[in-house]
Every structure is written in C-alpha cells, then in structure tokens.
Nanobody
Framework: QLQLVESGGGSVQPGGSLRLSCAAA?????????IGWFRQAPGKEREGVSC????????YYADSVKGRFTISRDNAKNTVYLQMNSLKPEDIGVYYC???????????????????WGKGTLVTVSS
C-alpha cells in the first residue's frame, strides 16, 4: 500500500514562505499518479489547493493561491512540492497531499476518486 508523507509545515508570519513536500514511502513510486495538495482550515471542509499531472506538464491552482503557490514534482525523487510564498492568515490549515490514477484536472475539480492520502502537515500563519 502506497504511503504518502508530507513535510515542511510550520509557523510563519504573513508574507513568509514555506515549501511543502509530499514523498512516497520507500519502495514506492509516484510517476503513475496525479498528485494534489489540499488543505483543511479549522471548522471548514477540505479544499483543493493545487494539482499536478503525472508528467508535471499540467498544473492547476485554486483562485485563492494563484500567483503565490507553485506546485512541482520530481519523479526521480518520487516527491511533489508546494512552494508557498506571500502567505496569508487565510492560508492556515492542515495541508494534505493526495493521489489519484485519474487526471489532475478531475482531482482539482473534485470529480476524481482519490486513491491515496497522506496524514497532513500543519501550516500556521500569524504575526
């Protein structure tokens, strides 16, 4: 069973940056999966933040993070990254990575069944 492991969360001030990583546990590969980052703020439902296709050639972003967040992947390292710049208090939440055998677009539209989830990493933005 594939395991996804998120890392890189933490506490930053508004305007700060973090880079999240989503790695496959040892012995597993990610290159056959579209990967997405999702977040869940306290008291809110989980929402899609950004998704990336298997090759990395297609990326999708929620309107709230466009121009500030960048998703990328290194299939040789079986890792997907989320570079988060200009963080705002409303970016706070637990960030999860998820994977699907379907398309990244379907995943970000919420129409793809998810095959795997990580356990999440907490991001806090406050002054």
């Amino acid at each position: 069973q594939l395991q996804l492991v998120e890392s890189g969360g933490g506490s930053v001030q508004p305007g700060g940056s973090l880079r999240l990583s989503c790695a496959a546990a040892s012995g597993f590969t990610l290159d056959y999966l579209a990967i997405g980052w999702f977040r869940q703020a306290p008291g809110k439902e989980r929402e899609g933040v950004s998704c990336i296709s298997r090759s990395g050639g297609l990326t999708y972003y929620a309107d709230s993070v466009k121009g500030r967040f960048t998703i990328s992947r290194d299939n040789a390292k079986n890792t997907v990254y989320l570079q988060m710049n200009s963080l705002k208090p409303e970016d706070i939440g637990v960030y999860y990575c998820g994977a699907t055998r379907k398309t990244a677009q379907a995943m970000c539209l919420g129409t793809a069944g998810m095959d795997y989830w990580g356990k999440g990493t907490l991001v806090t933005v406050s002054s």
